[in-house]
């Protein structure tokens, strides 16, 4: 099989997608962490948008490809490695979660803006959106402990690295988010709980996400 290696930026919720995917098809792989504030010639030759995750493909005869965008990369591997299918396969469920991967892109938006509002007023807006993303996603959870019931998919990649910013603050605003949203509160957990979610960061990451945090001024910060 080709050699893969994931270009990454420690903090990058997209890369952590594509780590995941990686890990759950137990699929070997190289990672090189790019400085996103700095970006070297090399990754912006072979950055069609200048971000990450970047798959660097490989074949046997040392042919290069490079694909980019966090879902184009989680369907190639989908596509093409073995272990657990991440789709139902059901055409009209598979649809269904595709489209709940769009919700996961806009949810992370909403909780981005939350997590680095520097004034209450702009906090409370942010909640006020995310709590809205939260309650269409309790309307559809069923029993778990994930998406779509026993079988940890696609959907779950996606928003793993959302909750993953709520686990490492676990501020009391932070928590009063998930109050009304119990099956929500459970999925997070059972996320935060799995194996491959939990290694497609270093250990490092909630040191820096904090520090991040901090140089933005954010007004979560005063209440850790």
């Known amino acids: 099989m080709p050699t893969l290696t994931l270009i990454s930026h420690p903090l990058c919720p997209f890369v952590q997608r594509a780590a995941i995917v990686l890990l759950e098809k137990q699929v070997p792989f190289h990672r090189i962490n790019v400085d996103l504030g700095d970006k070297p010639a090399w990754f912006l030759a072979i950055s069609?948008?200048?971000?990450?995750?970047?798959?660097?493909?490989?074949?046997?005869?040392?042919?290069?490809?490079?694909?980019?965008?966090?879902?184009?990369?989680?369907?190639?591997?989908?596509?093409?490695?073995?272990?657990?299918g991440l789709y139902p396969d059901d055409p009209l469920m598979r649809a269904k979660h595709r489209a709940w991967i769009e919700s996961g892109s806009a949810t992370l938006e909403e909780a981005w803006g939350y997590l680095n509002a520097r004034d209450q007023a702009s906090a409370d807006l942010k909640a006020a959106s995310l709590k809205d993303k939260l309650a269409q996603l309790e309307k559809i959870l069923g029993s778990g402990p994930y998406f779509a019931g026993e079988a940890f998919g696609m959907v779950d990649a996606v928003f793993a690295p959302v909750f993953r910013y709520f686990d490492v603050l676990e501020t009391d605003s932070t928590e009063s988010l998930f109050t009304d949203f119990p099956g929500v509160n459970a999925w997070r957990k059972a996320l935060s709980a799995r194996a491959s979610v939990s290694a497609a960061v270093s250990a490092a990451y909630p040191a820096l996400f904090q520090a991040h945090l901090q140089r933005q001024q954010a007004l979560l910060m005063k209440e850790i």
């Open 48 to 84: 069609p948008t200048g971000k990450v995750p970047l798959l660097q493909v490989q074949d046997a005869y040392g042919a290069e490809e490079i694909l980019f965008e966090s879902v184009a990369i989680c369907e190639y591997l989908q596509e093409t490695r073995p272990g657990p």
